[in-house]
Antibody
Framework: QVQLLESGGGLVKPGGSLRLSCEASGFFFRDYHMTWIRQAPGKGLEWVSY????????YYADSLKGRFTISRDNAKNSLFLQMNSLRAEDTAVYYCAKVRGFGMDVWGQGTTVTVSS | SYVLTQPPSVSVAPGQTASMTCGGS??????VQWYQQKAGQAPVVVVYDDTHRPSGIPERFSGSNSGNTATLTISRVEAGDEADYYCQVWDNSSDQSVFGGGTKLTVL
């Protein structure tokens, strides 16, 4: 069964950092591109970042302005999102998703990040 | 950056047909995906590459894409279809994925 399990969310103060993880199972993780998407409370979906299967191609949403870093460890079937200089507007549920074609075919259940003093 | 526009809400009676649009400049040249998100749950893809349905998605769900508008159509709407629906494309010019603002489908 194809599954993605996010972890690492929590409460962090403005200016702080957090590292999210996404553990994949049920498919050959190393063969697939991956992505992060977030959803602020009561708002729509917002794409965050993309990483190719090898890690050789990485893209970010313009709004992040270099504060976030995506990475992966294919040996551990894991995807990561390092988030620095966090702001209140980064408060959201963060989803990892498996890329298929130009979209996402499998989503995790999400991990909640709250940025507040 | 590329912008996708969706109506905030659509209402339909059970058994009727719901159509939700996704507007974008020359969207017909893009591959459009549609995601269903029920309250408190993660999104699920219901249509990919404009018209294709993943396994397990009922045939009642269909997609089309031409010109400046992509459309998700749900025929014989059921109460269980009530959800938020998002369209999405990959914008090659900016190397970014883009989501529409979402449409809330209400089944009357």
């Amino acid at each position: 069964q194809v599954q993605l399990l996010e972890s690492g969310g929590g409460l962090v103060k403005p200016g702080g950092s957090l590292r999210l993880s996404c553990e994949a199972s049920g498919f050959f993780f190393r063969d697939y591109h991956m992505t992060w998407i977030r959803q602020a409370p009561g708002k729509g979906l917002e794409w965050v970042s993309y990483i190719s299967s090898s890690g050789g191609a990485i893209y970010y949403a313009d709004s992040l302005k270099g504060r976030f870093t995506i990475s992966r460890d294919n040996a551990k079937n894991s995807l990561f999102l390092q988030m620095n200089s966090l702001r209140a507007e980064d408060t959201a549920v963060y989803y990892c998703a498996k890329v298929r074609g130009f979209g996402m075919d499998v989503w995790g259940q999400g991990t909640t990040v709250t940025v507040s003093s | 950056s590329y912008v996708l526009t969706q109506p905030p809400s659509v209402s339909v009676a059970p058994g009727q047909t719901a159509s939700m649009t996704c507007g974008g400049s020359n969207i017909g040249f893009y591959s459009v995906q549609w995601y269903q998100q029920k309250a408190g749950q993660a999104p699920v893809v219901v249509v990919y590459d404009d018209t294709h349905r993943p396994s397990g998605i009922p045939e009642r769900f269909s997609g089309s894409n031409s010109g400046n508008t992509a459309t998700l159509t749900i025929s014989r709407v059921e109460a269980g279809d009530e959800a938020d629906y998002y369209c999405q494309v990959w914008d090659n010019s900016s190397d970014q994925s883009v989501f529409g603002g979402g449409t809330k489908l209400t089944v009357l």
